[in-house]
């Protein structure tokens, strides 16, 4: 059974920074798919950032490009995603999210939670003005 393990979140300032972490274990598969989502108070979970271990590409909300960076230590199992320039509206819990496998239409589809089959158990953001 794959475990996820969400850790660094935290409360700063508006354009302060935070490092989310997110150490994988349990799995022995060579290629994955990787992710983190984010939930506000009364909004739906929403896709932040992805990446593919086979090619390492990448994705991102359009509301976090620019600002945020997606990174994975396959060697740690371990995901990362560096938050810099930090605006309230950033303020929600963060998940991580995995399944084995490539997607052939990562995307089109790495926002999607059907796209997972492994979930965090979350890490809060606060980000104050």
């Known amino acids: 059974e794959v475990q996820l393990v969400e850790s660094g979140g935290g409360s700063v300032q508006a354009g302060g920074s935070l490092r989310l972490s997110c150490a994988a274990s349990g799995y022995s598969f060579s290629t994955y798919l990787m992710g983190w989502f984010r939930q506000a108070p009364g909004k739906e979970r929403e896709g932040v950032a992805a990446?593919?271990?086979?090619?390492?590409?990448?994705a991102y909300a359009d509301a976090v490009k620019g600002r945020f960076t997606v990174s994975l230590d396959n060697a740690k199992r371990t995901l990362f995603l560096q938050m810099d320039s930090l605006k309230p509206e950033d303020t929600a819990m963060y998940y991580c999210a995995a399944r084995p496998g490539s997607s052939f239409n990562f995307y089109s589809t790495w926002s999607k939670e059907y796209e997972y089959n492994s979930w965090g158990q979350g890490t809060h953001v606060t980000v104050s003005s």
């Open positions: 990446i593919q271990s086979l090619g390492s590409r990448t």
